[in-house]
């Protein structure tokens, strides 16, 4: 990223959490619609660039939306390898989530 993209997107996300409030924002980057488009903002690929996101979101006053990546680095954190253990958090997280929504459309 080029440091006006970092520029461009501070004030947007900053304007953005002022007039939706961080809760809304939240909700709106977790939705389904937007999770593809924003996927590359919170990326969770490798180590380094959960870190940046991380610390990026972080600097501008607006960590809390960069939870499950903390998550994902706690939990790759313990493993040696940082791309292979991210990888695996992901498949795992992944599999655990599709059980999830199968158990949820058995019990309706």
Known sequence: TTSSS???IK???QELSENWGIKKLLERLKSPEMEQNVAG???ADT???VRFAVNFFTA???GVLTEDLRKILAKAGNRPGG???LEEVES???SSSDSDSSESSDSS
Do not use: D, M, Y
């Open 47 to 49: 180590s380094k660039n």
């Open 60 to 62: 501008i006053g607006l």
């Open 41 to 43: 903002l919170f990326p």
């Open 83 to 85: 791309q292979q253990a």
């Open 6 to 8: 970092r520029i461009f």
């Open 11 to 13: 004030v947007i996300f």
């Open 92 to 94: 795992t997280e992944a």
